[in-house]
């Protein structure tokens, strides 16, 4: 019997370890490999030979990895480049030192094309390795898939964010502007699903190049219907040309040595400069959207944990290779009415891999006025149900990340 | 039977609606009152005569009240200055024709200000009106209580976001430095709450002038011991002649007309600027801390709440007046061993006006390198438990605000 591998990369998420569990679990249930090996910091500690034996994880860490949030493996940037032979044997050689003849992968679309260039390799050269991707990514933006483990999770928290931040601001009298920052520098599905709070007065996406007199008179119109305007900006957002509003600003005052303030604080003083309010607020909700466990939802964690198992069952198969299992909807309707039925399946690596889904063009409402009810039919089962947390001294319990032991 | 009043003041908090909660159920458990009416946007619309009647709230409104954040009633910074008589002669007319004996005011200390000069005036013109004070305050800066709701549910989610970014930050390799800014312009007990997650290897207070050298040689250090930085900063950290650190590096590049990021911010560049690492990452929780239902403590809203029911309950008695209901430990050895006990007690608002409780600083470890023991056992008490809440679509049911309907 051989091993098999399981690692993360890119960015974290508040449910990539439930996927990370599910390999773990699944191979207890059916042990399918002897040991499950964690590759710590991704493919790069890897080609350096960082393994962590996870395969007899106690059902208490099982549960408490399902909640803990961040990669727990630790993570990487690195990219495995098509032609680099020199890391293809080196990984080669790792797999092979403990006898491992499967990888997992767990990542974004870059790491579902290492799946699909390490399948490709192998295959071209005799090598009897396998490479099978567990998709994750806050951003939204993988396809074939309906919706991508993480993403709702950040949903989730940038929805009760939302709702929270907007209760506090229309708790005061006095003339000001709100604007709520997310991560989503290609894709603006986070900022977008921010909307479902019915909160949002104006959207601004990275799919709707920025128009600063046409924004700036929505604003206007926002203050003379309602006396307030609470707006949502992806961090991406961009002009025509191609600039970031994050940067835009910054390099017009000639104050290059570092980006002061994101897209949402550029959006504030513009309007503060416009004369429109004299003051704003602007909470950047950074990382704490990303990698929150006190706010998953709980259709996200078992969706992770359970593609983390269907990756796993469907490797027994030993034709199973160069491929990525994801999500659908079984039924178009079911999901419209806000009930979540979706079915897992599996396809070929390259598909997932190097294409990037933008929040659809029919779901914007034109003038930054939001999105349509098919948006809010597509987020609303996603961010459905609380999992019940365990909680030591007042806070969820995490594991320690093994890559710090 | 006469009427009572109840208004909030000040910042909002993620328990201020328990506390009106508390004071609305127990004039149902026990009508006191014939009517009890909420203040829209605190004393400024209640001298614009806008009121709301609060007495029939349905028992599942008051539940949800008590998990909905922010000021439900509206809030304002409006101040009523001592001896200005028309604003005091007009809020009695207001109370005369509302037929209001009993005013609570929910607030931070210019609110119990408030109560403590209403009285007196009150009292010294023979206006049978009584004020009393329900303190509230996310900076937990108000004497004589030991602590002051909204607090520790603050403290909670600073936490909860301290330990998720945290293991975010942790999962990478490359070299950065993590900064985390909390509010607390005058007293740094939320930041120095999110040393309890024993995640914070420096932490920057107003309490203590920054040197800017003494600093970055600490950073310098644990870059040095551990490849790591995670840095705790309170946005009114400043320098030993008053200037803060969200100003200063502003003014010095002569960017004059906005303040382009706070401390974290300033802090994060000046780590990069003296070429310790080449990046860094800075979160601002700005008002996702004070706000946020979604991470309660249970502790937090259960006092909140029984301090609103306190404050009627005492006004029972016609002489209860220029009064403040507050908490203090019943035992100093239980709370320290982490166990809540704490005894509910009212004072005269005067003790509880214009005074600023800084962090102790027998609790500060020199070299910004946390918090001590004492203050840790301080902190564990109060984030404890989570009140069960309701939840609407996938979100924490909330009322809408009085003062949006």
């Known amino acids: 019997m051989s091993n098999c591998l399981v690692a993360q990369s890119g960015g974290p998420t508040a449910v990539i370890n439930a996927s990370l569990a599910g390999v773990v679990r699944a191979n207890q249930l059916n042990p399918v490999y002897d040991r499950v090996f964690g590759g710590l910091h991704g493919i790069e500690g890897v080609l350096d030979d960082?393994?962590?034996?996870?395969?007899?994880?106690?059902?208490?860490?099982?549960?408490?990895?399902?909640?803990?949030?961040?990669?727990?493996?630790?993570?990487?940037?690195?990219?495995?480049?098509?032609?680099?032979?020199?890391?293809?044997?080196?990984?080669?050689?790792?797999?092979?030192?403990?006898?491992?003849?499967?990888?997992?992968?767990?990542?974004?679309?870059?790491?579902?094309?290492t799946v699909d260039a390490l399948s490709e390799w192998a295959h071209e050269n005799g090598i009897a390795k396998r490479f099978i991707g567990i998709p994750k990514t806050v951003d939204n933006d993988l396809v074939p898939v309906d919706h991508c483990p993480g993403f709702a999770s950040a949903a989730k928290i940038?929805?009760?964010?939302?709702?929270?931040?907007?209760?506090?601001?229309?708790?005061?009298?006095?003339?000001?502007?709100?604007?709520?920052?997310?991560?989503?520098?290609?894709?603006?599905?986070?900022?977008a699903s921010c909307c479902f709070t019915g909160n949002v007065d104006l959207l601004v996406l990275p799919e709707v190049d920025f128009d600063k007199e046409a924004f700036l008179a929505e604003v206007q119109k926002k203050f003379d219907e309602k006396g307030e305007c609470y707006i949502v900006v992806s961090e991406g957002a961009h002009y025509a040309d191609g600039t970031y509003l994050s940067a835009g600003d910054t390099a017009n005052d000639g104050f290059a040595?570092?980006?002061?303030?994101?897209?949402?604080?550029?959006?504030?003083?513009?309007?503060?400069?416009?004369?429109?309010?004299?003051?704003?607020?602007?909470?950047?909700?950074?990382?704490?959207?990303?990698?929150s466990n006190f706010a998953q939802s709980l259709v996200d964690v078992t969706e992770a944990y359970e593609l983390g198992m269907s990756a796993h069952m469907r490797s027994a198969d030993p034709a199973f290779t160069s491929a990525v299992v994801g999500i659908r909807p079984r039924?178009?309707?079911?999901?419209?009415?806000?009930?979540?039925?979706?079915?897992f399946f599996?396809?070929?690596?390259?598909?997932?891999?190097?294409?990037?889904?933008h929040f659809p063009a029919e779901w914007i409402l034109p003038n930054y006025a939001g999105i349509t009810q098919e948006a809010m039919d597509y987020f609303r089962p996603l961010i459905q149900g609380e999992p019940k947390l365990v909680y030591e001294n007042g806070m969820p319990a995490t594991l320690v990340p093994f890559n710090k032991r």
């Open 50 to 113: 960082k393994l962590y034996d996870l395969t007899d994880l106690s059902g208490r860490d099982i549960e408490i990895l399902k909640q803990t949030p961040s990669s727990a493996l630790g993570t990487c940037r690195y990219k495995l480049k098509r032609g680099n032979d020199a890391d293809y044997k080196r990984l080669v050689d790792v797999m092979d030192a403990h006898d491992i003849e499967t990888m997992f992968y767990i990542g974004g679309n870059d790491s579902m094309d």
């Open 158 to 191: 940038a929805c009760e964010i939302t709702h929270a931040t907007y209760l506090d601001y229309a708790a005061y009298t006095r003339p000001e502007v709100f604007v709520l920052e997310t991560m989503g520098r290609d894709a603006g599905w986070l900022a």
């Open 257 to 291: 040595h570092a980006v002061l303030g994101g897209a949402g604080a550029t959006l504030k003083q513009m309007i503060v400069d416009a004369g429109i309010v004299p003051r704003g607020v602007v909470q950047d909700l950074s990382r704490a959207a990303r990698s």
């Open 331 to 343: 039924s178009a309707e079911d999901m419209a009415a806000g009930v979540y039925n979706a079915e």
């Open 346 to 357: 599996a396809g070929p690596a390259k598909d997932f891999a190097n294409y990037v889904k």
